[in-house]
């Protein structure tokens, strides 16, 4: 099929495996792959919960960092990779919301969607470093208290701007440890694939 096709096609609508064909032809790295569909996991969790649509907002997902391979700086991204996500007929929404989720683009979070993209994406790799650090090294055991209990020590996964992760909460209208609650229950449901299950190597 040509890219002129796939980007009539993909102009009416963007389905999960829509945006998937996306990352997997921009990033290899797979540790990324599996935070995109952390963060895919959580936002599914909230378009249930809200009755809002899970295809649309697990797009946004799947795409929010699909750039950072090839444009891993913050003067690039995501601003750089949004020309690409519109060549593709990506939706003007899920390209303004993956747009939003970084405080440096200056584009404002308004809608819901922008405001969960933002929510679900720093804490996911909180939770994720927790996970990898417990015997089990699964989300299946994991509870909020030994998150409350990592986020104390700054030192642990330092990378994960923990005054970013509250702002989200604090926007998104949910109480932090709630959503950390929320975000585990839903990463839970894609253990394996996230090496997160206890069994995976």
């Known amino acids: 099929m040509s890219v002129s096709v796939t980007c009539c096609l993909l102009e009416k609508t963007l389905n999960r495996d829509d945006a998937l064909a996306i990352v997997h032809e921009y990033v290899k790295n797979e540790n990324l792959v599996r935070h995109m569909l ?4 959580a936002m599914r969790f909230y378009a249930e919960r809200f009755g809002e649509d899970p295809e649309k907002w697990s797009a946004a997902a799947l795409l929010h960092d699909f750039d950072w391979e090839i444009h891993p700086t913050l003067e690039e991204h995501p601003q750089a990779g949004a020309p690409i996500l519109r060549e593709r007929g990506v939706p003007e929404e899920i390209v303004r919301a ?12 308004e809608t819901l969607l922008q405001k969960a993209l933002f929510a ?5 790799g909180l939770i994720t470093a927790v996970a990898l650090v417990r015997p089990s090294r699964s989300l299946m055991d994991l509870e909020v208290k030994s998150v409350k209990k990592k986020w104390k020590d700054k030192a642990f996964a330092a990378g994960a701007n923990r ?17 950390a609650g929320n975000v585990i229950t839903a990463m839970r449901r894609i253990a394996p ?7 995976s190597k």
Do not use: M, N
């Open 120 to 124: 679900c994406d720093e804490i996911t």
């Open 38 to 41: 952390a963060v895919e996991a």
């Open 163 to 179: 005054d970013e992760i509250e702002q989200a909460a604090r926007e998104f209208g949910i109480d932090l440890w709630e959503h």
């Open 193 to 199: 694939e996230l090496g997160l299950d206890g069994d």
């Open 98 to 109: 993956v747009l939003s989720h970084a405080d440096h683009t200056g584009v404002p979070r």
